[in-house]
């Protein structure tokens, strides 16, 4: 059986940005000031999901709110097992100290990316507060890392995976468990 057949909807593009919506929303109330918030995505789907969160919060705002990118593959405790890829270059526009930051990725898994991208994040400097924003969270935790702001719960096995879509990217959208 190929790989397209086994792809299974989560998402659909309307759930998608119906998920989105109420994410961007549920920033809006938990952030009181929009003006210290850095959005931090992580590679890959992480940073595009950043851009999309970034414009739901300016159409529903009026606010720009900055973001940037940081890449933890290099601070990864587990990177004979998980390999490597491209780096990504770090991108963070603003000094980072007593400013609240939300990191930004597509699905919580193990937690090790998170524990990463939070080492590289402090290795910039020490935020006032550290968020976390998934849109699919699959269980399975190594560590106690839990996201402030989730899109989705999907209990999986160790052996399927979960692909965020997005247009821009991949001329589809949503996301499917494969």
């Known amino acids: ?14 759930e998608l940005r119906k998920t989105i919506s109420r994410l ?8 009181k000031k929009l003006d210290n918030l850095l959005l931090v995505g992580i590679p890959t789907r992480g940073i595009e999901l950043t851009e999309v969160v970034e414009k739901e919060l300016f ?8 973001k ?4 933890p593959t290099f601070y990864r405790d587990d990177q004979n097992r998980v390999g490597t890829r491209l780096i990504q270059a770090a991108d963070i526009p603003t000094p980072i100290e007593k400013q609240e930051i939300l990191l ?19 290795s910039w400097g020490r935020p006032q507060r550290v968020m976390l924003l998934v849109m699919v969270d699959r269980g399975h935790r190594e560590l ?29 959208e949503g996301v499917f468990l494969e």
């Not at 940037?68 to 890449?71: E, F, H, L, Q, V």
Request: charged share 30%; with cysteine; proline share 4%.
């Open 24 to 31: 961007t929303s549920e920033i809006i109330e938990k952030v």
């Open 59 to 66: 159409s529903r705002t009026g606010f720009r709110v900055r």
């Open 144 to 172: 106690p890392i839990q996201p402030d702001f989730c899109g989705k719960k999907v209990p999986t096995s160790k052996n399927e995976s979960i692909s965020l879509r997005l247009k821009n990217v991949d001329n589809e």
């Open 104 to 122: 930004i990725d597509d699905v919580i898994y193990t937690g090790r990316t998170i524990r990463a991208a939070m080492d590289a994040l402090y």
């Open 1 to 14: 059986m190929s790989k397209k057949a086994k792809k299974i909807v989560i998402l659909t593009e309307v």
């Open 68 to 71: 940037g990118i940081i890449d």
